[in-house]
């Protein structure tokens, strides 16, 4: 298929062109580069990617139905899309583009990255469009798109702060200026774009721009490691698009640059860390690196064993918004940044696609499920930067920051949800995620095939799935089963079946026709987690957590409580509730606890060990899930809870 | 007695024309204006500031003898003050004032606050002379008075930072810019000197400046708070110096507008914080404001029982340099400036002088032994600017800093220990730390009066003190009894004697001859502290005390030990042992613990609690004063260990 450059394709439209049947036809897009078709990839890997066991299933492939996500995808559209893109107008980083385009008077603004804060919006409202089409959001992103593609150089080069006065000052300090960080935004907001319509008027500015920085950056030009990794995703994603064999290779040379022998550093900024380890495994995932595996595989064991907070959030410390040491997991002065856990899912999404190991999927979901939905309210128009595990002090979201990576990156990630639910190999199909969605695809040889699934999943451990292959086909069925579930059965048209448990994935391998059932049962008990007892903080008490959701107290629910003395009995037999009218409805737990009350006297700050006993009171807690926390207004919470044994 | 301006007086010389016999004459300096006698006040405040009610001896009627402090003020005078002046030279921070001057030629440099460090190390050298002459410190320090007042502009204003091209940027923004801040420091390096040498040729720079500040800020005139308080103690004591009313009024100007109704801000800046209570108590010891009594008396309840380390740090967070939330007091990630510690110090001594209460001597102390002096190394030329109570990767102290506040500040407060030891009232005399030392002072009424004291504090807890009147004579000596300490007893020349404790101090009351010998014996067991419960990193956690030292466990002496697995037993039965030819002499404990092998098994990050046991080890452990940490080569340390009940 030959789409002439600048046609628009969108949402429901280009479905209609959606082969959805595997290895992609290429295309000659302007510019003579010949493309690979939109609608054949997923959103980290393509089925030709040498190293990827599970091809991430394209989004358009994907329908989220009624459950848990479709509700924040939709809000997303309708609320969090438009009323981000008003705040980058009202801060001017729309108009940053248009006064460098000479089409507008203006002073520039923004801090140095802010061009990246548009396209991470633009790559949000791309892929939205891929899974709804919306008229009015689509004219925007065009509109935005005339100015971007007007504000680039001839020389194909595109940031707003690097003009006039500065534009001699190019690449001067790539550590803190972030040029490349913005410039795979861009490359990513365009593959996004292409995707989302089978247009490459947009890819035709990221690749010109893609074509300067080859031009610019490798052996024996600049050296340089880029400063803020962002950019080997987005150049290995343009490589996998266009087949241009040197955006891979000046992925490889930034990383190598980085990423080697860093273990040491791992205790760095967080969201550049997890940045960088999701490019090395895009390019182990079309190389097969080596050394990059091994990185790989050495640094994720030491994150989850020892970096990582029970909510998928990475990020110890204000300071330098890093990591830290392993066990360094404070509650009450955690950063973890909103970015950080998204990172952190990206990496582990891509772990997954080149492994097929459930492990990988597990901490995604933790990420997803806990940190990154508590980076949003539940309208998704105001936004945590920093997600503690505690705070007693009253808190809530805002609708801005003076740095606003994390809502742009909220956007972009909310509206890919349905990429991360399935994926398949030479083998069979693989459910990642379980939601109420339909997966209408084809397996590796071309037969196609549609999923249902439908499930209370969070808050219920049921799944059904019905198949149905166009023809009857041998092929497996993998269903993760998740790392915290510690019993799951499966029937298949009502019989039990005893699958196979690969790397946490049960496999039904079988003959399949149309219309056939699969019952998973994932057993959903509430469950007291300690942590590792090196991390100090949490000595001597539990989270609570069921299913993959950690739950928290929330002084809006437990008023008079002092959350901050609040512990649970040794027993707390926690009962759940669900409650369809409460934060757009939510399962509630109610424990048994006890606190001291205000008037009660304490003793001094330090004293004596066993010196004085305060004036315990039972109390009744509520939980609810931690992301759902703050969405009543300001208000107080905590995760981790001491437990009398 | 008349000074000529410009005439120099150090240490031993000065000394002869030492009255200390109470209310100072006072004297006529260049300027016209009279001046307090410079030998008649303590570090704090003059015998005639109204609601001070214990006024601290003044440094050269205190001798240290071989003690505990001795050494520190030895070291800080022979090896500290000279490295930091070839550190401030090596930066520039000498050379600005010089190129200021146009004596020299060269580039302005270093932060924007720069001026101050230059000061601190001025009032440090100052101080030190007081003690102790120095023929070299003392040419070098009037080297560098040179320098400053050659800086100093037409119109009395002195900034490195605002000249040439930003001459005209004065005052642009005071909370970030710390002219006040840099000015204060000038001003109380130059009324140091003037208590040295009796030469106000500094101090006349110093009131050309303050004069230009009280023509500059005020109602009516540049009416913005200060910004970073610290001139406002500056401001009073140069009032005390000199008798004019309108630097005490600029004072009660800058705290008025920052001072009151902050109580919800306490979480801020730490040094800011305890600078400006530090100036709100001067400003009630001379005016006796209600509203400043109130706010000094509040905040500090709300700091002691919620907000301040173990230590005697100030500052939970890295962001803001900030105090933090009441019982957010992490101990991995403590920020606990080196500057907070001295800041709480300062302000605790003013409290303790106008209240005479212990509770604020035992604030001081409890800062002074173990997070001011962790904050230098043991030659007093390497610093800690943040000062961890955990610390699980090798650290040490550097030489210098970028923002090198906590090293200048650290002279200028070793140099003033002698300051801290002694007080009278209109009552007796008061000794409010103990440690081998000659008070030669007299009591209000002008009878001259010596006091010896001897002891071994704080490795030990008994104190002799031999007292001397000049001629017999019935007053008070106030001895005090730590917080720390639960059974101390007394004798008067070998007989028990029943004294009266008041506000924590034993009252002696008797007719004193010379000879009179008094034996102090204060219990000193070793201590298993716990933290309020709301502290939640110390849950299930002890510190070890003894005295007022708080101990911890360094690597060096623990090889193979993992401190973050260290536990302590439930009986850890602690064995003491002073060991002279360690660090300078220090007690060491030795206690029965438990950590996991290195090479045993360990569970998830997160599991089911109870789920997994790690496998303990017995271990004996060696702990040491949390002060002589990290001076044998980068190391790790951890005070609060988790305790078997």
């Keep these: 298929m030959r789409f002439p450059s600048g046609r628009r394709l969108y949402g ?4 209609i062109f959606a082969v959805c049947t595997g290895l992609a036809a290429t295309e000659s897009a302007g510019g003579g580069i010949v493309l690979l078709d939109h609608t054949s990839t997923g959103i980290t890997a393509t089925q030709k990617s040498p190293r990827v066991k599970v091809t991430p299933a394209p989004i358009r492939c994907v329908t989220l139905e009624d459950g848990f996500w479709k509700r924040w995808m ?3 559209r309708t609320q969090g899309i438009p009323a981000l893109y ?5 801060h001017g980083v729309v108009e940053n583009f248009r006064v460098v385009a000479g089409l507008s008077k203006g002073e520039l603004k923004g801090p140095v990255f802010r061009d990246s804060d548009l396209y991470k919006w633009m790559e949000g409202a791309a892929t939205a469009l891929e899974s709804s089409d919306d008229p009015e959001l689509r004219r925007l992103l065009e509109s935005v798109i005339d100015a971007v593609a007007a504000a680039q150089q001839p020389d194909g080069y595109v940031n707003t702060f690097f003009v006039n006065e500065l534009s001699g000052q190019r690449f001067r300090n790539l550590r803190d200026e972030h040029e490349l960080y913005c410039a795979g935004h861009m490359f990513q907001a365009a593959i996004a774009h292409y995707r989302a319509t089978g247009s490459a008027r947009f890819l035709e500015v990221a690749i010109r721009f893609a074509d300067y920085l080859t031009r610019t950056f490798g052996p024996g030009k600049i050296e340089q490691p880029d400063g803020h990794p962002e950019v080997e995703m987005a150049l290995v994603e343009l490589y996998r698009v266009t087949g241009r064999r040197e955006y891979l290779d000046l992925a490889a040379f930034f990383l190598k640059r980085q990423a080697f022998g860093k273990a040491g550093q791992i205790s760095g900024h967080a969201v550049r860390f997890a940045y960088l380890m999701a490019g090395l495994a895009d390019l182990y995932a079309e190389t097969g690196d080596r050394e990059a595996r091994q990185a790989l595989l050495e640094l994720w064991e030491d994150v989850a064993s020892g970096r990582v907070y029970i909510t998928g959030g990475l990020g110890a410390r204000y300071a330098g918004e890093a990591i830290g040491e392993r066990y360094e997991l404070p509650n009450e002065g955690a950063y973890s940044e909103t970015c950080a856990a998204i990172a952190n899912a990206m990496w582990n999404f891509r772990m997954l696609g080149v492994t097929g190991d459930a492990r990988y999927a597990d ?3 933790r990420a997803l499920y806990n940190n990154v939905l508590a980076g949003v309210s539940l309208d998704t128009t105001h936004w945590f930067y920093v997600n503690p595990l505690a705070c007693f002090r009253d808190h809530q979201r805002q ?3 003076g740095c606003t990576c994390c809502p742009t990156n909220m956007v972009r990630t909310l509206a890919a949800i349905p990429g991360y639910l399935y994926g398949r190999s030479s083998e069979g199909i693989w459910v990642h995620l379980y939601d109420t969605s ?8 071309g037969t196609k095939v549609t999923v249902r699934q439908k499930t209370g999943y969070p808050w219920d451990g049921r799944v059904e799935l019905t198949l149905d292959p166009a023809e009857e086909s041998t092929f497996s069925l993998f269903l993760r089963v998740p790392g915290w579930c510690q019993a799951a ?17 049960l496999e039904i391998r079988r003959r399949w026709k149309a219309g056939d059932r699969v019952g998973l049962e994932l057993q959903m008990p509430v469950q007291l987690v300690e942590a590792d007892p090196r991390v100090r903080c949490n000595l001597g008490s539990v989270a609570v957590q069921r299913g993959p959701l950690v739950f928290c107290a929330e002084s809006v629910d437990n008023p008079g409580v002092n959350l901050r003395d609040l512990e649970l009995k040794a027993r707390p037999s926690l009962r759940a509730a669900f409650r369809p009218d409460l934060l757009q409805g939510v399962l509630t737990l109610r424990a048994k606890g006890r606190d001291v009350p205000p008037e009660a006297p304490r003793g001094p700050l330090y004293r004596p060990a066993g010196s004085f006993s305060p004036s315990w009171r039972d109390v009744e807690v509520t939980l609810i899930p931690y992301y759902a926390w703050a969405n009543r207004g300001p208000s107080q919470m905590v995760v981790w809870m001491p437990h009398a044994r």
Tied chains: 1, 2.
Excluded: H
């Design 489 to 505: 059965s499966v029937t298949v048209n009502g019989q039990p079946f005893e699958g196979r448990l690969r790397d946490g994935y």
């Design 363 to 365: 901490m995604m979901e």
């Design 74 to 76: 939709e809000a997303n």
């Design 12 to 15: 429901l439209t280009a479905a």
């Design 438 to 445: 339909r997966l209408s695809w084809a397996l590796v040889d």
């Design 86 to 90: 008003r705040q980058l107008e009202d």
């Design 399 to 401: 609708p801005w920051f």
